[in-house]
């Protein structure tokens, strides 16, 4: 009776000893989240670089819906490509950019200019103006971190009121030598890409979606930040020309799918 009793204290002694050196100690919890912290400073670059990939994606998907309404307006308009006020265009098949830098505006704003037909659905913005679109996120890159996203003006876009409205995206509106019927076209000239308006508004760091006459989307790579010097840097006087250029390099530029 005794030795069983001995050797019930026995083995609750060594469970307690068992119990004690399997327990987590207060550097042993330390080390633990020291070794989280790090893995997750590690991991944090990959995961923004996947989510900025998948942004690319739907940039480019939203700027295919684009180039599909422009198609359909086409269709129902001649072979004609959506007029802009910041062309100057005398309703022929030829037209000259006079300020490119602005084609990303959708809905000119009223207070402007009192010559022209502002306070209406421009350029792109006929698109959804005719139905051709009939979403305004469509008009926007989730990766847009400037002044003119769509929570800005989401309140805006309705056809009781006539205030500006700024997309993310930026219209040519003609080909590279003027061209204003679409199916004229080569199939590579630019006619849609991320906003070139400004610094602030460009969506990506590293480069630019851009919708081909075709209706091909691709990514043009700016590996040496050629396209955001030449805004970072423009002039008034240059603004035009910097702009015109910008889409020359993407008629003849290398591009690859994103």
Not at 12 to 29: E, Y
Not at 117 to 132: M, S, T
Not at 217 to 233: A, C, E, G, L, T
Request: with cysteine.
């Amino acid at each position: 009776m005794v030795y069983l009793v001995v050797q019930i204290q026995t083995q609750s002694n060594g469970n307690k000893r068992r119990s004690r050196s399997s327990a987590f100690t207060l550097i042993d919890v330390l080390v633990s989240i020291a070794v989280i912290s790090l893995l997750i400073g590690l991991m944090l670059p990959s995961i923004s670089m996947v989510r900025e990939s998948a942004r690319k994606v739907i940039c480019s998907s939203s700027m295919r819906q684009i180039g599909l309404g422009m198609n359909l307006y086409a269709e129902d308009n001649k072979d004609m490509l959506p007029s802009s006020v910041f062309l100057d265009d005398d309703g022929g098949r030829t037209a000259r950019a006079m300020y490119p830098h602005l084609m990303d505006t959708i809905r000119t704003d009223p207070a402007e200019y009192e010559d022209r037909l502002w306070g209406q659905w421009d350029g792109l913005g006929l698109l959804f103006y005719k139905g051709y679109i009939s979403a305004a996120g469509v008009y926007y890159c989730p990766s847009h971190t400037g002044d003119n996203g769509l929570e800005v003006y989401e309140d805006q876009w309705n056809f009781e009121t006539s205030t500006e409205i700024i997309a993310n995206y930026q219209y040519r509106g003609i080909g590279p030598d003027g061209q204003r019927h679409l199916y004229s076209m080569n199939s590579t000239a630019a006619l849609v890409t991320d906003s070139l308006r400004s610094f602030d508004d460009i969506n990506h760091e590293n480069g630019l979606n851009v919708l081909a006459a075709g209706l091909s989307v691709n990514w043009y790579d700016d590996i040496d930040s050629q396209i955001m010097q030449s805004v970072m840097s423009r002039t008034d006087d240059s603004i035009v020309d910097d702009t015109n250029q910008a889409w020359q390099l993407f008629d003849g530029g290398s591009t690859v799918t994103p």
